[in-house]
Structures are given as C-alpha cells and as structure tokens.
C-alpha cells in the first residue's frame, strides 16, 4: 500500500528533465486489494506523459478493475529455434547454446546470463549430483556447498529436473554435453517419480520463503538422500 501511495504522487510530480515518465510494477500480480484500489484513478486518467507498465505472468490474479483499466498486450517466449538463432547471432557455440537453452527454455536473458557467467550458479550443482550418483562424495559435504545461495540452486535444480522431464518425455530433444551422465542416469527413473521429485524441490523452495529458521543444511540433506534413492528404488522396482 505503501509503495502504490508513493507512485501515485511520483507520477503527479513533472519530471525534472521534462521529458517522459516511466513506472514499471513487476510482478503486478503482487498487488493487494488496497494497492490496486489506490492506482485505480492513475491509472484511468494518467498525468499526461506518463507510462504506467504492469507485467505479469499471471493476469487472472490482477483485479478486474485494474485490468480494464490497462491495454493489455501479450508478450510470447520465444521458440527454442528463435532462441537458438539469437544467441548463435552473438557468437556462441553450440554446446553452450544447447546447456543454455535446455535449463532456460523461453528465456532469452537468463539463457544468455548463464553462458556469460560460464554457467557459474549451475555447475556446482550439477557437479555435486554427478558425485553423489558414483558415491564419490557424501550427502553432507554436497549439501554444505548448497546452503549459502540455497534459493539460487533450487532454482536451478528444479530446472535441472525439468530438462530432464523433457528430455524423456521427448527422446529426439538433443542432450546437452554436460548433461550426458545425468540423462543417463534418469533413463533408470520413471518420469512419474522424477515429477514427483519436481514437485518435493518446489515445497522445499516453498518452505525457504516462509520460514526463514529452517536447517538449510538438513533440508538440502534430505532433498540429496531422496535423490540417491530414487535411482536405486526405481532400478530395484524395474527388475
């Protein structure tokens, strides 16, 4: 509420250099009903020269009222060739492109962001599970690297599983180079127990955001033993 008041009164404000205002509320379905309420008449009978852009990914949540009020314009992803084509334009390989595309499908920017970084957040990630599926390494050294940036790698963790969903829901959908071995381990799983996993990675990032005193450490513990049992008791079931 707080934050709507004081847009309110920037956008009543002239601009110092007088030229056009631009406010930006990401993600607007975020907005309470006492926020909505108070941008409702800005947004109506905006001061002149003034850009009001509300983006979400979730248009039903925004009040009716605030959606009739805006011109709506749908913005698409992009197709994984638009994607290929354009980061192949700034001089990316194809293996690059393939990890890049294959975690961050439809997202120009974050694909783009991964490779720029070398693919930084992800590769310890990765890493840490490729050892604990040779029994290299133990469930609470991996998860003690985790702890830190908990939401970042289970963010991309659930991307992970996500690729790999897609990967045996679509056998022709090419493998990323470092993804190889853990395609090949996630033949052994059914695609039905690797949903489920999705699902349990998404309540525990749930959880993070609500409770702020939870043992990342047990938490990500828990979240490598379901890992490793998942292949065993599936490999067990098949035979």
């Known amino acids: 509420m707080d934050q709507a008041r004081t847009l309110v009164a920037f956008v009543q404000q002239t601009a110092a250099s007088s030229g056009p205002k631009v406010v930006l509320i990401h993600p607007a ?4 009903v006492n926020a909505s309420n108070a941008l409702l008449k800005t947004l109506e009978e905006p001061p002149a020269n003034t850009y009001i852009l509300l983006l979400t990914t979730q ?14 314009q749908k913005l698409p992803q992009p197709t994984d ?15 690059q492109i393939g990890l890049a595309t ?35 390494d133990s469930t609470s050294a991996v998860a003690e690297a985790f702890t830190k940036d908990q939401a970042i790698h289970l963010n991309w963790f659930s991307k992970l599983i996500s690729l790999l969903i897609r990967r045996r829901l679509d056998p022709n959908r090419a493998v990323p180079e ?8 996630s033949e052994k799983v059914s695609v039905g127990r690797l ?10 990032h749930r959880l993070l955001q609500i409770h702020s005193g939870l043992n990342r450490q047990l938490a990500w513990e828990a979240l490598l033993l379901e890992w490793q049992a998942m292949f065993r008791s599936d490999v067990s079931n098949q035979r």
């Not at 470092?178 to 381990?185: R, T």
């Open 29 to 32: 379905e975020n907005l309470n």
């Open 59 to 72: 248009p039903n949540r925004l009040a009716a009222t605030v959606r009739s009020r805006c011109r709506q």
């Open 81 to 95: 060739m638009e994607l290929v084509v354009w980061l192949k334009e700034r001089g990316y390989d194809e293996n």
């Open 195 to 204: 949903i489920e996993y999705l699902d349990g990675i998404s309540q525990q």
């Open 102 to 136: 294959g975690l961050a499908p439809g997202a120009p920017y974050t694909a783009l962001h991964l490779i720029e970084s070398n693919f930084a957040e992800f590769e310890p990630l990765a890493s840490g599970l490729e050892r604990l599926l040779m029994a290299s």
């Open 178 to 185: 470092k993804l190889q071995l853990l395609s090949e381990y």
